[in-house]
């Protein structure tokens, strides 16, 4: 591909010297840069792509979009552009040859639920003998290649060439993870979606979008960016779907459990450690569902998957079989059993709204005590993290906090900020040492207790300031409980 046609997709920002040169990739990364590659330089949060624009060229690079000029002789075209993450999403999209308009491709979006969500939607379209590809949190899969994911949802670069190789291994269905940082730096802005959904929204990256109606106007662009012949896949129970109803579109299919009048509904029969067994109730007949996983968000996560499923054009034995296959997601309320007499859970709650949802279930199931373990990450949203400690005292009846991922900040300071949200003493242990807080709340449950460790679910790294450690919390929770564990101290 030349020069010239690629960057035709810029339209007014022209590039007028080496034109036939063969463009081999792209990149906004120097680090990435290979001969005969574009290389897109983006001001960001902590460093700026303009500042190695010398070492792309020294590397190979054949051009340079950029939003300044650079103020020395370079011997490569440079094209100024007004934004540079849209400009990547452009040539992207044209580079590997606009893979999703040639695939059924599905967004999820809102605070918490989208991986599970992602996970159901994956086992239904599987479920109809379809192959499916998974850009989210927990990795990315185009078919049996699986790459361990960096970011929810990564560069716009990165989602075309992950969907064209998908499109390369004859998969024609992705799912895939819509976070809000995402939507605001113009990652998926050349991704055509057929469906998109909605599960939840609560106070989250608020150190990022600053309040939670910029946070929520970033979430709506999942739904602004989809066409009429596209469905868009609501919360009835959720009071900000309503906005999202506003803004698009697309054809709206409501889903609920509270809400009768959803197009897509639960009622809930049971509910265990092992599962849930709910009827499903829907325009397109009615079924009873006896999912692996437990917990009412799971149910709401369960049906945004269904509807999703019922939209694309699968029927009812498509869908129970898609949701009762789906053994577990890793890391999402993960059993681990190694013959205690109590049950231990690993669970990616890291908001207080996850928290709460995820305590609320365990009360109705646990015969006894609610033990749980967590902390806060650092640099990231501190208002959630007083928030949390309140959740912790309202709902668990003893708990560790412990470190998550301190980043660049003093472990200390995060748990004083969790302390901020409680009010007695007597029922929490300060122990920064994550391998030891959860030795001892798993030393400290008796018959019928429920552990649960929350805020990192299927990580195996912790992010310490100048460094990331192997980290797995249910590494621990075994190394622990069959006993090998060699004590820090
Ligand atoms: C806050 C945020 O969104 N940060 C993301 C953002 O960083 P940034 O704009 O600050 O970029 P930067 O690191 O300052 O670098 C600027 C530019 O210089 C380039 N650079 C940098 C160094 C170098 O040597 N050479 C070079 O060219 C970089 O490639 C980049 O293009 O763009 C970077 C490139 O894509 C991302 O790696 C980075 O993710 C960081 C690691 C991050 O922590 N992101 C999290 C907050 C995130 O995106 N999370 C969401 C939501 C998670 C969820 O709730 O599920 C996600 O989708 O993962
Ligand atoms: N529908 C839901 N409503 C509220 N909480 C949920 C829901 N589904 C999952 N959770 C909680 O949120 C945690 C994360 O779930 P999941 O990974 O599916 O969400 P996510 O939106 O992908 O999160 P992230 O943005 O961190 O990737 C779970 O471990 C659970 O504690
Ligand atoms: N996607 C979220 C994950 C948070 C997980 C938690 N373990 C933390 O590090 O805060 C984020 O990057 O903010
Ligand atoms: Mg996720």
Redesign the pocket.
Known sequence: MKLSEICAVLEKYKCNSFTEKVVLGLT????KVKEGYIFVA?K??????HD?ISMAIEKGAIAVVAEKGVDYVINVPQIVVPNARRALSLLSEYFYGYPSSKMTIVGITGTNGKTTTSFFTKSIIESSGNKAGLIG?IYYQLGSRIIPAN???P?SVDIQSHLSDMLNNNIRYAVIEA?S??LS?HRLDGVHFRSAVFTNLSAE?LD?HENIKNYREEKIKLMRGLDENASAVLNADHTSSKYFAKSTVAQIVWYGIKDTSAHVRAEIINMGVNGTRFLLISPWGKEVIHLKLTGNHNVYNALAAATTGFCLGFDMEIIRKGLESLNNVPGRLEKLDYGQDFHVLIDYAHTHDALQVVLETLRGIAARRIILVFGCGGDRDKGKRAKMGHIAEKYSDLFWITNDNPRSEDPLNIIREIQRGIKRDSCYKVQLDRKVAIEEALLEAKKGDVVVIAGKGHERCQILKDKSIPFDDCEVVKQVLSGTMVSQN
């Open positions: 906004h990364d120097s680090r983006i960001g949060y902590k460093s700026d792509g190695f949190t970011e929810t949802t560069e976070s940082h995402a730096q990256h990022y």
